[in-house]
């Protein structure tokens, strides 16, 4: 099994261990329960951005008029009830913004150059979005004593975009259009040139100006496909002058 297949069945594996985990605890269903359930995860957010995760299960229920025994019936514990609010954030935050990078993806012709860069420019924007760095610099301040929630964050962060760009990446390489060996390895160096400094920038709390992170990214994407494109005229011509 390649990197990339098991990448993809690992990270599958944990969504369904997360449903199966669910489904053990009889989460209560329904329109009314479901209303409780929104709640309680806009109240601990609110918490927890406030007052990281020593925010108290008493106050979130109190915030979201609910008892403290239905925030446990629904998620079981803080700790599940934190993961849950990463996960609903990150989906709300980045959810268009994988749609998009997907549509772009798709249609993927021979300008490889202009889609990852659409493509990245994409990435930034919602990993960027204040409300996905709140959240990535208040997981970070736990992971001394949480330290499954650094690899929960990167699934559901930066690393739901693994598995469409692997798969296009793939698509590429059977068209003869890149020479990739290790399409993991491939991914993490195209992140690393084009969303990562982003990553560092903000966990000390500063950010890299508009200009500057799009030259961050036509640059990246241009070292990028130097590295991995086939030699000879039957490569994508780069124009380092663009």
Same mark, same amino acid.
């Given at each position: 099994?390649?990197?990339?297949?098991?990448?993809?069945?690992?990270?599958?594996?944990?969504?369904?261990?997360?449903?199966?985990?669910?489904?053990?605890?009889?989460?209560?269903?329904?329109?009314?329960?479901?209303?409780?359930?929104?709640?309680?995860?806009?109240?601990?957010?609110? +918490?927890?951005?406030?007052?990281?995760? !020593? &925010?108290?299960? *008493? $106050? #979130?229920? /109190?915030?979201?008029? @609910?008892?403290?025994?239905?925030?446990?019936?629904?998620?079981?514990?803080?700790?599940?009830?934190?993961?849950?609010?990463?996960?609903?954030?990150?989906?709300?935050?980045?959810?268009?913004?994988? +749609?998009?990078?997907?549509?772009?993806? !798709? &249609?993927?012709? *021979? $300008? #490889?150059? /202009?889609?990852?860069? @659409?493509?990245?420019?994409?990435?930034?924007?919602?990993?960027?979005?204040?409300?996905?760095?709140?959240?990535?610099?208040?997981?970070?301040?736990?992971?001394?004593?949480?330290?499954?929630?650094?690899?929960?964050?990167?699934?559901?962060?930066?690393?739901?975009?693994?598995?469409?760009? /692997?798969?296009?990446?793939?698509?590429?390489?059977?068209?003869?259009?890149?020479?990739?060996?290790?399409?993991?390895?491939?991914?993490?160096?195209?992140?690393?040139?084009?969303?990562?400094?982003?990553?560092?920038?903000?966990?000390?709390?500063?950010?890299?100006?508009?200009?500057?992170?799009?030259?961050?990214?036509?640059?990246?994407?241009?070292?990028?496909?130097?590295?991995?494109?086939?030699?000879?005229?039957?490569?994508?011509?780069?124009?380092?002058?663009?």
């Amino acid at each position: 099994m390649n990197s990339t297949v098991q990448f993809i069945v690992t990270y599958i594996g944990a969504m369904v261990k997360q449903d199966g985990d669910r489904e053990l605890r009889r989460v209560p269903t329904g329109e009314r329960a479901e209303r409780k359930r929104v709640a309680i995860t806009q109240a601990a957010r609110e +918490a927890f951005l406030r007052d990281g995760f !020593d &925010a108290s299960v *008493d $106050d #979130i229920s /109190a915030r979201a008029n @609910v008892s403290k025994v239905t925030v446990y019936n629904h998620f079981g514990n803080k700790e599940a009830l934190f993961n849950a609010v990463v996960r609903e954030a990150l989906d709300q935050a980045l959810s268009g913004t994988l +749609a998009e990078a997907q549509s772009h993806l !798709d &249609a993927t012709t *021979d $300008d #490889i150059r /202009a889609t990852l860069i @659409v493509t990245a420019q994409s990435w930034v924007r919602g990993v960027t979005d204040p409300s996905v760095i709140a959240l990535r610099n208040l997981v970070t301040g736990q992971l001394h004593r949480f330290p499954e929630l650094g690899p929960a964050w990167r699934e559901l962060g930066p690393g739901r975009f693994f598995p469409l760009l /692997a798969t296009v990446l793939d698509q590429l390489i059977q068209r003869g259009q890149l020479v990739i060996p290790d399409i993991e390895v491939a991914v993490i160096h195209l992140y690393g040139l084009t969303l990562y400094p982003h990553l560092v920038y903000s966990s000390y709390g500063a950010a890299i100006d508009e200009a500057l992170a799009d030259h961050l990214i036509t640059t990246g994407v241009d070292m990028f496909l130097t590295y991995y494109c086939p030699p000879g005229p039957t490569g994508p011509g780069i124009d380092h002058q663009r």
